[in-house]
């Protein structure tokens, strides 16, 4: 016999005190126990849980120390700063009540979390607001009304162009810049901006060469995109970026600089508008809204510019000063953007992890193991069609939401390709880039959480037909998405995953899988 001394319980009597034990050769998936007393009889269920866990996993994790403990030194500077702002706007609960119809009987939290927003990316102004209902639209609006549109209407109708230094955008963006034909809906294109792109570097990097020569005196916008997104390249770091500002401004101080700043806020303990970037934009449903906004973008910067932007989102003479929130809505953004740092630093964590299990697997990651992250997305090379797929469904399968379900590859809005979405979410859209052959997670809202990846058939896929062993903790849904871009470089397919703690948390496994054969 031994004792388990962690199933020892203590009934709402005091004098009822519960040892249980059970042979050491047993292996019981459950037990019940009953011990007599004076007053009554209590009885006691003992349940044995699977262990989640595996070696690699679990080796992982404790050889990641020194860098968990950077990401906790991070989400304590960063929650600092949050904290700072929400007492200077003097925060209280009366900000929480919303409006209704045109907001004009808005009782303030609308201007004091525009305020504390700003404070906190270091910008003279910031909008958040619910209306902006994804990320493409935000960078519409950024390409637009943050600067595009209301640059048109300034200038004599000559040709400018919009310049893209990092690289080609996000696909969802080819039909608002021009790239590909919106039908004469409005793009950049229709407005007669013209688009430009630097080419990377070899290394995935800027170009810095070519930058520093690529304006001309049509470059009246220069675009940066912070994150990866579904391009196998680093992530800027915020001090590439400001790099970056001052080669362009140094080429024509006139030139608005515009950051895409999506799954990169919080990853750093500085923003690009702190860095001299003229309007930065992102989604309150990924990094900002702290795992539980339901909708919403922001737009901070410069304020002349945000207020065109504002003026953008609704009509100019109107710009930041109506349009309403619900109450419950307006609570979960001050909420979300406070829990924002600590939500970030899980999935920072959670990056650091598949990176280090995936290689260990033989796989190609990106990030590489143990170097910065500038951004929440860690993307690991598969290598076929076949495997995401097979993913998509286990991730499905194993999701709190709609695991019932199969995902189905189709038609998606903003792209030119099939999309396929393994979406178990509690907030619709919450994907980003990924891969993982199969994962378990622990979460919590601490940082101390720990997120391990539990592998099986480690080594191997068996095609279409793998059976990944995919644990997650309650609380904690991913989701996948898969695109395929046909180019000249070949057929690639690109997944998303992303996780959540206690919600939705983007820890945005990002996966690139190159199709051969």
Same mark, same amino acid.
């Given at each position: 016999?031994?004792? *388990? ?28 126990? /009953?011990?007599?007393?004076? /007053?009554?009889?209590? +009885? ?18 404790? /050889? ?55 404070? &906190? ?28 549109? $209301? ?9 400018? #162009? *919009? ?30 901006? $013209? $688009? ?16 520093? +020569? ?32 001052? !080669? !362009? ?35 309150? &449903? ?5 795992? &539980? ?45 406070? *829990? ?10 959670? /990056?650091?992890? !598949? ?49 019932? +379900? ?25 994907? #980003? ?21 539990? !592998? ?25 998405? @898969? ?25 945005? @496994? ?8």
């Amino acid at each position: 016999m031994f004792q *388990l001394p962690f199933f020892t319980t203590t009934s709402a009597y005091p004098t009822h005190t519960f040892a249980l034990t059970c042979p050491t050769a047993a292996a019981y998936t459950g037990a019940a126990f /009953s011990a007599p007393s004076k /007053s009554r009889a209590s +009885t006691v269920s003992l349940y044995r849980e699977e262990q989640p866990f595996v070696p690699e996993v679990e080796k992982a994790v404790d /050889s990641l120390y020194s860098e968990f403990r950077a990401v906790d030194n991070l989400v304590a500077r960063n929650t600092a700063r949050v904290l700072k702002a929400f007492q200077n706007a003097r925060v209280g609960s009366h900000h929480f009540g919303g409006s209704t119809g045109y907001g004009h009987e808005e009782a303030g939290g609308r201007e004091a979390l525009d305020q504390v927003f700003a404070e &906190i990316f270091g910008a003279e102004s910031a909008i958040v607001r619910a209306q902006v209902h994804m990320q493409s639209p935000v960078l519409c609006l950024l390409s637009y009304g943050r600067g595009m549109s $209301y640059i048109h209407n300034m200038l004599t109708p000559i040709l400018y #162009q *919009l310049l893209a230094v990092a690289g080609a955008p996000y696909d969802t963006l080819e039909e608002v810049i021009g790239i590909r034909d919106s039908n004469g809906l409005g793009s950049l294109k229709d407005f007669g901006i $013209y $688009y430009r792109e630097v080419p990377l570097a070899k290394d995935g990097g800027l170009d810095w060469a070519a930058l520093k +020569t690529a304006l001309n005196p049509q470059t009246k916008c220069a675009l940066i995109q912070r994150s990866c997104g579904y391009s196998w390249r680093r992530s800027l770091s915020v001090d590439e970026i400001g790099k970056a500002i001052k !080669i !362009i401004k140094l080429q024509n101080p006139n030139c608005l600089v515009m950051v895409d700043n999506c799954y990169g806020e919080f990853t750093e303990s500085i923003e690009p508008s702190m860095v001299g970037a003229d309007l930065i934009a992102g989604s309150f &449903i990924k990094n900002p809204g702290g795992t &539980i906004a339901p909708c919403g973008g922001y737009v901070a910067g410069k304020e002349k510019w945000v207020a065109a932007a504002a003026a953008r989102l609704s009509a100019p003479g109107l710009g930041i000063d109506c349009g309403s929130t619900p109450g419950d809505i307006m609570r979960i953004f001050f909420q979300g953007l406070f *829990l924002a740092p600590q939500m970030v630093g899980e999935a920072i964590k959670g /990056s650091f992890l !598949i990176a280090e299990v995936m290689a260990g697997q033989g796989y190609k990651v990106q990030p590489a193991c143990r170097v910065p992250r500038h951004d929440v997305v860690q993307a690991v090379q598969l290598g076929s069609r076949e495997r995401l797929l097979a993913f998509c469904e286990a991730v499905q399968r194993s999701s709190p939401v709609s695991s019932f +379900t199969k995902p189905i590859a189709g038609a998606t809005a903003g792209y030119a390709s099939e999309v396929i979405f393994a979406d178990g979410t509690f907030i619709d859209g919450r994907w #980003q880039p990924l891969d993982s052959m199969g994962a378990s997670s622990r979460g919590g809202s601490q940082s101390s959480i720990e997120y391990t990846f539990s !592998i099986a058939n480690t080594g191997s896929f068996n095609g279409a037909f793998i059976q990944p062993k995919v644990k997650f903790a309650p609380g904690l849904p991913l989701s996948i998405g @898969l695109v395929n871009l046909d180019r000249a470089e070949g057929n690639l397919s690109y997944g998303c995953l992303q996780g959540g703690f206690n919600l939705d948390l983007d820890f945005s @496994l990002h996966l690139t899988a190159n199709h051969v054969g």
